[in-house]
């Protein structure tokens, strides 16, 4: 086997061990590619609930209490809300919550007009001049008119559908409701504890062209069972609005009142709330945490994490460093002992499917041997390459013609001389004899080599001798042209013509 045929067989086996070694590492193992804000979602959103305050009462006359409608009017409001502390306590606003007699007195009338129109008491386009004309002339009060209507609160997990039946309703009361003017926070209390809670912040830090994450619920529209999911959304704080409070450059939608603003680390910054002077009453109002804080304190409610709180937010951290088997074992072990606390038991299958698919950075961080000596195998490859490729290139002989004389400028008193006649060319030296083995027959003086020219006849006169340029044989010679002596008589009549 010659040297060049080993060096290959060499460099062919490094390639097959370069390939068994080079196994890529899963790509992103450690990036939580659920979401953009994922690191933030996951903290807020699991403490992000809806909220439902349901009024039931009677529209009457103002003047003399008669009833407008023998039936009851029962209206709904649709908002979210924050667990702030794992008793179960949430705080909102309340306006959604316990909303002045003003606005019950306006929703209610509104639900009355669309009743009369479904019973064709009354037409569309009337509906407005309706409730516009009578919230001069009516009230809204409870079955005794001396009682405000019954009101109560559910809260509902994830999502909600505005039917009757749902089972998964967690009942509560409203606890504490500053006035619009104090800040408009309420806190509820939930008949559920062990809930997840979010961090609050400790001080206002807001300013505007802050960049804030927003959590809050979102209707669908259709009716009769609409839909409540929840959303995010990445905004930036705007400036002052007509409430003289910090706004919101671009929301959610009403459901999302009461729902969080949060920084990069998930703490909840403010609640989102409606700006009532303007058109609409647009939810992009900020209610800060000092105005939150100062809720609490009335309720005499302290915003706190619990023990699951802090254990979901460490293994949090191996299920963003792309630890997933480490942090399914501990979302699982949570979800054991903490059956409500219910985002454990989600990251946990989240973790799961994240080692399944994209591999765990542990088993990730030990392959780093073999990738160092895949690319030590890759330079041994290129390394054989170079020496195989050095070891087929042909000698070149060494130049046999006197280098070109070096031109002296005449002295500028020396007679003008002719000029100097052109050197003769070179002629090319006889090549080396072969051996006596494979005698060649040459012609006295052959033309010069050409590498890489095509076949050509030596002389058009003579028809018996041909000098080809040929491949270099396997192993190096001398001289890389060869004289082939050929019969015509193969070629046809007009070869070398």
Excluded at 132 to 161: L, N, Q
Excluded at 285 to 311: C, G, N, P, W, Y
Aim: aromatic fraction near 6%.
């Amino acid at each position: 086997m010659s040297n060049t045929a080993r060096l290959r067989r060499l460099a062919a086996l490094a390639a097959v061990f370069t390939v068994a070694l080079a196994t890529p590492a899963p790509a992103h193992a450690a990036d939580g590619g659920y979401g953009r804000n994922e690191s933030i979602t996951s903290l807020v959103n699991p403490s992000t609930l809806v909220l439902v305050a349901t009024f039931t009462g009677t529209l009457r006359e103002r003047a003399g209490g008669d009833p407008i409608d023998d039936e009851p009017v029962v209206l709904r409001r649709t908002c979210s809300g924050m667990v702030i502390n794992p008793a179960g306590y949430v705080v909102s606003t309340s306006q959604c919550v316990r909303p002045s007699s003003d606005v019950l007195l306006a929703n209610a009338l509104t639900v009355e007009s669309q009743i009369q129109v479904v019973r064709g008491e009354m037409a569309v386009e009337q509906a407005a001049d309706y409730v516009t004309t009578r919230m001069k002339t009516a009230e809204f009060t409870g079955a005794d008119r001396e009682k405000p209507p019954v009101s109560t609160v559910e809260a509902w997990i994830d999502s909600y559908h505005e039917r009757d039946d749902d089972a998964r309703a967690i009942t509560g009361s409203v606890v504490y409701a500053q006035p619009m003017s104090g800040g408009d926070v309420a806190v509820v209390k939930l008949n559920k504890a062990g809930l997840p809670a979010v961090e609050l912040a400790r001080e206002d830090t807001l300013a505007t062209g802050d960049p804030i994450v927003l959590s809050g619920y979102y209707s669908d529209g259709q009716q009769p069972n609409e839909l409540f999911s929840l959303r995010n959304v990445s905004t930036t704080v705007g400036g002052l609005g007509g409430t003289n409070r910090l706004t919101i450059s671009d929301g959610i939608g009403p459901q999302a009142r009461g729902g969080a603003i949060s920084d990069s680390t998930g703490r909840l910054l403010a609640i989102q709330d409606a700006d009532v002077s303007a058109t609409g009453e647009p939810v992009r109002d900020i209610v800060k945490a000092s105005h939150i804080q100062r809720a609490l304190a009335s309720a005499k409610v302290t915003a706190s994490l619990s023990d699951a709180d802090r254990e979901y937010r460490s293994a949090l951290q191996d299920y963003f460093a792309g630890r997933f088997t480490q942090a399914a074992d501990r979302f699982g072990a949570l979800a054991g002992r903490a059956p409500n606390f219910w985002p454990a038991k989600l990251y946990r299958d989240r973790a799961i499917e994240r080692r399944d698919v994209d591999g765990d950075a542990i088993v990730n961080a030990a392959q780093w041997g073999s990738y160092a000596l895949a690319v030590g195998a890759g330079v041994l490859i290129l390394g054989l390459l170079h020496l195989a490729g050095r070891w087929r290139r042909p000698a070149t002989a060494a130049p046999t013609t006197d280098p070109p004389a070096v031109r002296t400028w005449p002295a500028a008193d020396a007679p003008e001389q002719a000029p100097r006649p052109a050197p003769a060319p070179a002629l090319r030296p006889e090549p080396r004899s072969r051996p006596e083995s494979a005698p060649v027959q040459r012609p006295e003086q052959p033309p010069a080599f050409r590498p890489n020219q095509p076949a050509r006849m030596a002389d058009p006169a003579d028809a018996e001798t041909v000098v080809m340029n040929v491949p270099p044989p396997r192993e190096p010679m001398d001289d890389e042209t060869a004289i082939l002596e050929l019969d015509r008589s193969h070629f046809g009549r007009d070869f070398g013509r």
